[in-house]
Nanobody
């Protein structure tokens, strides 16, 4: 199993940047495909970005393409989400997730991620 700890959230003005981190312990993070999701009040949890085990493939929700970048450092067992040009509609609790499923592509559905971090709040003011 793997344990995930999210960090890096905070309050930022529109147009600003934040970098979220997800530290994995237990089995090495290179054994897992990783994803970032977010959940705003009253809304369902939604896919934001994902990355394969090797880091070669990434995918993003249309709403964040060109603004967010997911990356991983397997030597540090850490996955990052760099968020630039933040908008008020990006306000949500952000969660990282891990899946040991073998797949060539990025996993985008919440149901396929059995392991989750505790979440970190991102608030973007207008």
């Amino acid at each position: 199993q793997v344990q995930l700890v999210d960090s890096g959230g905070g309050l930022v003005q529109a147009g600003g940047s934040l970098r979220l981190s997800c530290a994995a312990s237990g089995r090495t993070s290179s054994s897992y495909a990783m994803g970032w999701f977010r959940q705003a009040p009253g809304k369902e949890r939604e896919f934001v970005a994902g990355i394969t085990r090797s880091g070669r493939n990434t995918d993003y929700a249309d709403s964040v393409k060109g603004r967010f970048t997911i990356s991983r450092d397997n030597a540090k067992n850490t996955v990052y989400l760099q968020m630039n040009s933040l908008k008020p509609e990006d306000t949500a609790v952000y969660y990282c997730a891990a899946s040991s499923t073998f797949t060539a592509g990025v996993i985008t559905s919440t149901e396929r991620y059995p392991y989750w971090g505790q979440g970190t709040q991102v608030t973007v003011s207008s």
